[in-house]
Structures are given as C-alpha cells and as structure tokens.
C-alpha cells in the first residue's frame, strides 16, 4: 500500500508558478510510475504529466507542454510537478496518483487527497 500526499498548491495570478509535492509512505517508491492529474469543478479528471519509476520517460499533455516539469527525487520518495506560465484554465484540484501508467486515471493504484491550485486573471 503506497499513501500519497501533496501540497505546494495555493492561490497564482496569472504568469505565475507553483510547485507541487508529492511525497509517498513506501520506500519502495523508487520503483514505482507516477503521474498528475487534474479535475476542475464540473469536469472530468485529466492526465498532466507521468513519469516511470527511473525518470527516463516522461510524457506530458499538449495542453501543458512547455509549461509544466514533472521530475523526481527517489531518494526523498517524491515527485514534483514545477508549473510555470499559469493560466486561469489551469485553475483544479491536482492529484498524484502511483502504481499504474498511461494517461487514463483508471491505470493507477494509488491516489493522494489532492491540492487546490486556483489561477486569477
């Protein structure tokens, strides 16, 4: 059982950056896939950004490319999701989620409680 937890969310005007956290239980992380996810109010979940357990493959969304930088420190069980360029359509609740691949949510096992990113314009 891997526990996931975030943070780094917050309140961004427009152009701005946050970096998410996400920080796991298991000492075993280094050998897990993670990837981020959004929901905004009233929508469905959507893939941002996955990276496999080694950091070597990583893919994004079109609709973050360029902007966002997913990446990670096994050796502090966490992966980071540095987003620049913020825009008020980024604005949703962003999940972690372990233990799965791919761009469907429904490939991972593991989720976090999620962290609040709202973008002002």
């Known amino acids: 059982q891997v526990q996931l937890v975030e943070s780094g969310g917050g309140l961004v005007q427009a152009g701005g950056s946050l970096r998410l956290s996400c920080v796991a239980s298991?000492?075993?992380?280094?050998?897990?896939?993670v990837g981020w996810f959004r929901q905004a109010p009233g929508k469905e979940r959507e893939f941002v950004a996955a990276?496999?357990?080694?950091?070597?493959?990583?893919n994004y969304a079109d609709f973050v490319k360029g902007r966002f930088t997913i990446s990670r420190d096994n050796a502090k069980n966490t992966v980071y999701l540095r987003m620049n360029s913020l825009k008020p359509e980024d604005t949703a609740v962003y999940y972690c989620?372990?233990?799965?691949?791919?761009?469907?949510?429904?490939?991972?096992?593991?989720w976090g409680q999620g962290t609040q990113v709202t973008v002002s314009s």
């Open positions: 989620a372990a233990g799965g691949w791919g761009q469907e949510s429904h490939g991972y096992d593991y």
């Open positions: 298991e000492r075993t992380f280094s050998g897990v896939n």
């Open positions: 990276i496999n357990w080694s950091g070597e493959t990583i």
